[in-house]
């Protein structure tokens, strides 16, 4: 981190990163933003950072992009609210993540979605997994 960065627009730059990295299927520079104690919570469960990263690998082939709407920043924790646009019939699921940055690694993210409209994702992803 720069010295003219403050803390804010830095966990944002890097909280942006990490959704723009998911959106462009680049787990190589997902994974180097994630420290390696990262806890990921999501739907009533915490993830490790390996389990989060093999998480986010099985979502990948029904995701198209993610769409930032805005990412606000108060100290090390930064909000990011984004569409998860799918090719499923689920079609752009509203997403938010909140993600705690220590240096230049997340520490933390807490993933909160709508399960329902995120179903036909999960559908669509068993469907093409089947023989």
């Known amino acids: 981190m720069t010295q003219q960065q403050s803390i804010p627009d830095h966990s944002a730059a890097v909280a942006r990163q990490y959704i723009d990295g998911v959106g462009r299927h680049d787990l190589d520079t997902v994974g180097g933003l994630l420290a390696d104690d990262l ?5 009533g469960q915490t993830l490790g950072r390996d389990a989060w990263l093999a998480a986010l690998k099985r ?5 198209v992009r993610n769409d930032v709407r805005e990412v606000f920043a108060d100290g090390d924790r930064a909000c990011v609210v984004y569409d998860f646009v799918t090719d499923t019939a ?19 993210i807490e993933l909160i979605f709508d399960r329902v409209a995120f179903a036909p994702v999960n559908e669509a992803l068993a469907q093409r997994a089947a023989p």
Request: aromatic share 4%; proline share 7%.
């Open 39 to 43: 806890s990921a919570i999501f739907a």
């Open 90 to 108: 689920a079609g752009a699921v509203p997403c938010v993540e909140l993600v705690t940055v220590e240096g230049d690694a997340i520490t933390r």
């Open 59 to 63: 979502l990948l082939p029904a995701l």
